[in-house]
Each structure stands twice: as structure tokens, then as C-alpha cells.
């Protein structure tokens, strides 16, 4: 009988032990308790974010502004995804979000171009879009509810306005003026709007110019070459000696974003000539991020046209309005400001906020 306790003991002994142990912990089978999620975090509003990539100083900045925003504190729970400057990246991501029932999506898009299947899908699920930086060209508007970012086209214009009045001031308006452009990712809307800007100020200067027809006293001439830097400090200065090296007598040079102007910073030292204020080469650059206000401060940049990345917070005001059902705009520009050699050392003299 003895034997037989002991033998039945150590048969029965796991069960025991299991039974205790879900008493103690709570059992998974009869409450929920294990792995619950907290409750608070119910009441979080959960943000999916496709952010492009981290090509550049400019858009590290812009995703700290996201992260920023989108805290638990603030009451958010926030999936962020980089998608390594892959659009297929981008969908496959806003993907995801749309199978985890994310509240709202939120996408800073490589391109304009591509969106109108995954955005109906998302539309379809009832997830609302908000587009944050760059945007989308899509055949149907309401497949996004509002977008935050740039003017970039008035960020080209803002560089070309200069331009032309910094020849005048120098006196050179007459003179033949060489420009080369190291554009950024192809199909993006910064690339597209500054290069629409710039163009669009330029364009009137050609119109004085047009050297191939033989009006050589229509003096004013404006030689543009535009090239893909993918706004990356290597292509940037890979693009910029291979201009140096095709063409002899450049003087300007428009470069998109910061991240290519130090790459074409160097390879203009290396080619034995100077950038900036006193240099051989004047330099346009696009985002003034601080290294790059720096290099105006001293005077390798001529000028640097802001492009704000502290958009994180604009759209954060956004979702707390569709939450609370207020009306909503469809597009909100962030100030920025632009920075040359005069007037860097001045206040920011921007408005805080944005406009509609
Ligand atoms: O200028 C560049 C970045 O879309 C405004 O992307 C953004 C641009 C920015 O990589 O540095």
C-alpha cells in the first residue's frame, strides 16, 4: 500500500504542481490575465508611420520629431518603420499597419507617384492617411485626409529670387553665369518642387540669353546642368566631381539638400577650387540643418533655404482634431526661413504654427 502512495505520488506530482501554479499566477485557461495588455493602453491611439529611410542629417531630425510626438505620454503607441528608401518597403509597411488595425496611418512617401492601390486599401479599412513631408500625386483626393510640410516650390524660387539679386549686387547681372543643379531622389515632391521653382526664376533669365541662337548681345546667359545626387553627401560629391571634371568654368552651384552640399563642398576642394562667400563657386543649399548654417556662418554657403523637419507635432494636432471631430484642412505649410551670410546670426523670424 505504501509502495503503491509512493509510486501514485510521483504520477499525480506534476498535476499538482500545475494546478498550484495557475492558482498562484492566475490561470490562462479561466481569466485572460497572462500577457494582457496593460489597461491603459487600451485607451492609447496607435500610430503606424512609413517613413522613408535615413538618407540624411534632415531626415533623422524629421524622424525625431515624429517620435517626439507620437509618446505614450502623449497618449500614443506609435509603429514606426524605416523602409530604407524602398517605396516597395513603404507598401509593404502601410501593409502591416493596415492588418493590425492601426488608428491612423501616417506616410512620408519616397516618390508621388504609386499610391493609389495601397492608399484604397487603407481608405477601404477605414484607417485615415495623413501625409507628412512629401507628397502624392493619387487620381482620387480622398484617399488621404490632410498633408504637413514644405513649400518646395517656393523654397526653389526663394533660391533663385536670390540668385539673381546677388549677381545684381556684384554687378555681374550681365555676365554669363554657369549653374550646375545636384538634384535629389528622383519622383520625390522636394526634388520636384525646388527644381520647378529654381527653374521657374531662371527661366526668365533665359529668356534674355538664348546663345544658340546667335543674340549675343542678349547677354545674361544661364547654362543649367542637372544632375541625380539622391540627396546623399557621397552621390552629392560623386555628381559634383564628375561636373568639375566636364565642365571648366562653373559658378554656381544648387544643391537640394545639405547632405550633397558637403559632398560637393569636398569635391570642390579636391578639384583645387574655392566654395562660398569668396570662393570660385557659389553655393545654394536646401534644408539648413546646424552643420549647414554653420558652413554659412563661415562662408562656404552662400545661402541655405530651410526645410523645417519639426512637422512631428502638426500632425500629432491633426489627429487630436479628427479625434475630437473638428474639420480638418487638406494642406498645412510649416514656416521656415532662409539663411545667408547677412542675416544668420538674427532671431528666427519665422511665425510659430502653420498655415492652412
Ligand atoms: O530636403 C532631404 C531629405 O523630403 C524635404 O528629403 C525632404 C528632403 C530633404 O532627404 O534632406
Redesign the pocket.
Known amino acids: 500500500m505504501r509502495q503503491f502512495i509512493r509510486k501514485n505520488i510521483w504520477a499525480v506530482a506534476p498535476v499538482v504542481f500545475v494546478l498550484v501554479a495557475l492558482v498562484l499566477l492566475g490561470s490562462p485557461l479561466s481569466s485572460s490575465k497572462v500577457q494582457e495588455t496593460p489597461a491603459e493602453d487600451d485607451n492609447l491611439i496607435v500610430v503606424g508611420v512609413a517613413q522613408?529611410g535615413s538618407?540624411?542629417?534632415?531626415?533623422s531630425a524629421?524622424t525625431q520629431s515624429i517620435q517626439d510626438a507620437f509618446t505614450r505620454e502623449n497618449g500614443y503607441m506609435l509603429i514606426f518603420d524605416n523602409a530604407r528608401q524602398k517605396q516597395a518597403n513603404q507598401i509593404k509597411a502601410i501593409r502591416s499597419f493596415i492588418s493590425q488595425q492601426v488608428d491612423y496611418i501616417v506616410l512620408s512617401p519616397i516618390e508621388e507617384s504609386g499610391w493609389d492601390t495601397v492608399l484604397q486599401e487603407a481608405k477601404d479599412a477605414g484607417i485615415p492617411v495623413i501625409l507628412i513631408?512629401?507628397k502624392v500625386s493619387v487620381d482620387d483626393d480622398s484617399l488621404y485626409a490632410s498633408w504637413v510640410?514644405?513649400d518646395?516650390v517656393c523654397e526653389g524660387q526663394d533660391a533663385g529670387y536670390w540668385l539673381e539679386d546677388y549677381m545684381k549686387k556684384q554687378g555681374r547681372e550681365d555676365d554669363e553665369v554657369n549653374i550646375v543643379v545636384l538634384k535629389?531622389?528622383k519622383g520625390?515632391?522636394?526634388t520636384i518642387g525646388r527644381t520647378r521653382g529654381f527653374n521657374e526664376v531662371a527661366k526668365v533669365q533665359r529668356n534674355w540669353n538664348i546663345l544658340q541662337q546667335g543674340l549675343y548681345f542678349l547677354i545674361f546667359v544661364i547654362i543649367l546642368q542637372q544632375v541625380d545626387g539622391e540627396?546623399t553627401t557621397a552621390k552629392g560629391k560623386e555628381e559634383m566631381a564628375r561636373l568639375l571634371d566636364q565642365y571648366e568654368d562653373i559658378d554656381v552651384v544648387v544643391s537640394?539638400?545639405?547632405?550633397m552640399t558637403f559632398g560637393a563642398l569636398e569635391a570642390i576642394r579636391e578639384a583645387g577650387k574655392t566654395a562660398g562667400v569668396n570662393g570660385d563657386i557659389t553655393v545654394i543649399s536646401?534644408?539648413a540643418v546646424d552643420a549647414g548654417v554653420e558652413l554659412v556662418r563661415n562662408g562656404e554657403i552662400n545661402i541655405d533655404v530651410q526645410?523645417n523637419p519639426d512637422q512631428g507635432k502638426y500632425v500629432e494636432q491633426i489627429i487630436q482634431d479628427m479625434e475630437a471631430g473638428k474639420e480638418i484642412e487638406k494642406a498645412y505649410y510649416v514656416p521656415e526661413r532662409v539663411y545667408t551670410q547677412e542675416n544668420v546670426g538674427e532671431e528666427e523670424n519665422v511665425t510659430e504654427g502653420i498655415s492652412g
Open positions: 522613408v538618407e540624411s542629417v534632415w531626415r524629421h513631408d512629401r510640410g514644405s518646395f535629389g531622389t520625390a515632391s522636394a540627396f537640394q539638400n545639405d547632405d536646401f534644408d526645410c
